[in-house]
Structures are given as C-alpha cells and as structure tokens.
T-cell receptor
Framework: GQQLNQSPQSMFIQEGEDVSMNCTSS?????WLWYKQDPGEGPVLLIA?????ELTSNGRLTAQFGITRKDSFLNISASIPSDVGIYFC????????????FGTGTRLQVTL | DSGVTQTPKHLITATGQRVTLRCSPR?????VYWYQQSLDQGLQFLIH???????AKGNILERFSAQQFPDLHSELNLSSLELGDSALYFC?????????????FGEGSRLTVL
C-alpha cells in the first residue's frame, strides 16, 4: 500500500538538542498528523494540521503543513529522554474519508 | 490510556490456524479502524467500520474479516494463518464517520505465527 516517506529513518541525539524530521508524499493531503509510538504502546496523536502553511505547536513540538500540501515537518526542541520513540506522520485526503496513510516512521533515540 | 481496549495483548499460534482479535472503542466513539503493523511495512490500514457498517477497506486479505457489533465493539478474524501474518494489530477509534484523522489507538495485539 501507499506510504509516506519519512526522513531520517532513525537518529541518535544528545539530550538538549533540537530535532527535525520530515515527511513527503507524491500525493496532496488535506490533513497532516503526527503521532508518536512508545515501545509496547499504540500511536498517540501529537499534532494535527488542517491548512497548507499552518504552523502549530504543542509544548516543545512544532509541526508545519507544507505549502505544496505534499510535505510536513516536525521539530522537537530541547530533547529529553522521554522523547524516545517512533514518530509517524500521517496524511489524509478528504475524498478518502476513512483511510489515513502513515509514514514509515522516524526512530528517535536520545543519549544522555 | 487512550480508552481503547484490545485483547488479547499477545497471541502465539501455528500456521493454518484461526484467531480472533477483539477491540472495544472509547466510550461514545462510533468508528473503529483496524491497522496492521509489521517491521517492514509500517502501519497499514485494513478496514473501517462506523456504527456497525463497513465503510472502507484497505489492504485486507481475503483470509481476514471483521465486524462491528451493536454494542460497537469490533472483532478482527484472521484465518488460515501464515508466517507473514505475524504482526502487531491495532484498533483505533474516533467519534465520527468522516473524521479529521484524529484516531485513538489501543495498545495492540501482538500475533506470532509459528
């Protein structure tokens, strides 16, 4: 099935560093979402974006809906150990109603 | 705690067998979605039910079937299991039929086929 391309696939960072990851698609979406999955858990919604160009923050997290509607970016500032996990982007086009298309995931590991 | 409950959490079975995974959505949510997560495929959409009716199908094999009952819980049935069916199966719920994509996921059922 179709998937969104996320990069990087994985990253090690030092505690306190800022993190950037992105997601690209060959199709346009009307909604972009970012989820985080902790080990042994289901994905949890972090941020939802509904409009091209939109920039939304949730604490230390900031996400942007790309102008072309084919990409999105997630930034985490001042990373802490609990930021460890897998971050998934997901896109939704209105016409598809039900189906979210998920990205391949970015695995974040933080070193102290 | 998302409010979505999935059972069993872990299941080990043999090829050719049949299993049933169960999901109870958040209180008041009418939509239930099933996703499969395997190491090399990420999260794949399987099927969506709204208030007891099938609304959309994704990459769901013919050996798999699902239903949503009047009390809104859902079951995913996997039959003639193959080694490649080993994966995490997630259920997610949302309040509406055509939602914004904001889904609440359960903790998943990890299926191992030996």
């Amino acid at each position: 099935g179709q998937q969104l391309n996320q990069s990087p696939q994985s990253m090690f960072i030092q505690e306190g560093e800022d993190v950037s990851m992105n997601c690209t698609s060959s199709s346009i979406f009307n909604t972009w979402l970012w989820y985080k999955q902790d080990p042994g858990e289901g994905p949890v919604l972090l941020i939802a974006l509904y409009k091209a160009g939109e920039l939304t923050s949730n604490g230390r997290l900031t996400a942007q809906f790309g102008i072309t509607r084919k990409d999105s970016f997630l930034n985490i500032s001042a990373s802490i150990p609990s930021d460890v996990g897998i971050y998934f982007c997901a896109g939704r086009y209105t016409g598809t109603a039900s189906k979210l298309t998920f990205g391949t995931g970015t695995r974040l590991q933080v070193t102290l | 705690d998302s409010g979505v409950t999935q059972t069993p959490k872990h299941l080990i079975t043999a090829t050719g067998q049949r299993v049933t995974l169960r999901c109870s959505p958040r209180s008041g949510d009418l939509s239930v979605y099933w996703y499969q997560q395997s190491l090399d495929q990420g999260l794949q959409f399987l099927i969506h039910y709204y208030n007891g009716e099938e609304r959309a199908k994704g990459n769901i094999l013919e050996r798999f079937s699902a239903q949503q009952f009047p009390d809104l819980h859902s079951e995913l049935n996997l039959s003639s299991l193959e080694l490649g069916d080993s994966a995490l199966y997630f259920c997610a719920s949302s309040p509406r039929e055509r939602g914004s994509g904001e889904l609440f996921f359960g903790e998943g059922s990890r299926l191992t086929v030996l």
